[in-house]
């Protein structure tokens, strides 16, 4: 079903329309859950290649598809590309959202799963604090677990926001407007 939604949207939109990526997410999921690791990192790559043409690497929305396609190749234990994945994911979302954003305490949860899967206990803790500072200055530090991070719906990770299909530089700045409003 998937598949052939995937290929009625590649019909309208084109092979390289952002559209397609939340499709393609959608196969990477179903891939990874079923088990099929290497055909997940193929939808996963195919994605983020498609963001990264459509907005640029520097991006938000590209930024957020480096995580997701994150959890694939730590699936795959590929931990030095997921690594270098979520460092470039988490200073774009640095750098657009600012320092205590919850996208950057998102990444961060990554990053620390990523660290326990490589038994870096060390990197885990700080990358844990960091993460328990960020929801602790928005207030929202609950009890529940985060080691689902690679296995939580992305697909609904990402509609949450909104997609604006805007190219290249084109994206609000969020932290800059409300610095804007603070003054």
């Known amino acids: 079903m998937n598949q052939r939604l995937l290929a009625l949207d590649r019909q309208i939109y084109g092979a390289d329309d952002p559209h397609l990526t939340d499709a393609l997410e959608d196969l990477e999921q179903i891939r990874e859950k079923r088990g099929n690791y290497p055909q997940a990192e193929q939808y996963g790559r195919e994605a ?11 991006h938000p929305e ?5 995580t997701a396609h994150a959890g694939s190749l730590v699936f795959e234990s590929k931990y030095i590309e997921a690594d270098q994945l979520l460092q470039n994911a988490l200073a774009t979302q640095k750098r657009v959202y600012g320092p205590l954003s919850t996208k950057v305490a998102f990444i961060l949860n990554g990053m620390e799963l990523l660290a326990l899967k490589r038994n870096d206990m060390k ?19 609950d009890s529940a677990p985060r080691s689902n991070f690679f296995e939580c719906d992305r697909s609904a990770h990402r509609r949450l926001g909104c997609r604006r299909y805007l190219r290249g530089r084109q994206f609000p700045n969020p932290s800059a407007e409300q610095h ?3 003054n």
Do not use: F, P
């Not at 290649?49 to 520097?58: H, S, V």
């Open 180 to 182: 804007q409003e603070a």
């Open 48 to 58: 983020l290649w498609i963001d990264e043409a459509w907005y640029g690497k520097d």
């Open 123 to 141: 990197a885990a803790l700080e990358l844990n604090n960091q993460c328990i500072d960020r929801q602790a200055v928005d207030g929202e530090i």
């Open 62 to 66: 590209t930024a957020d598809m480096m």
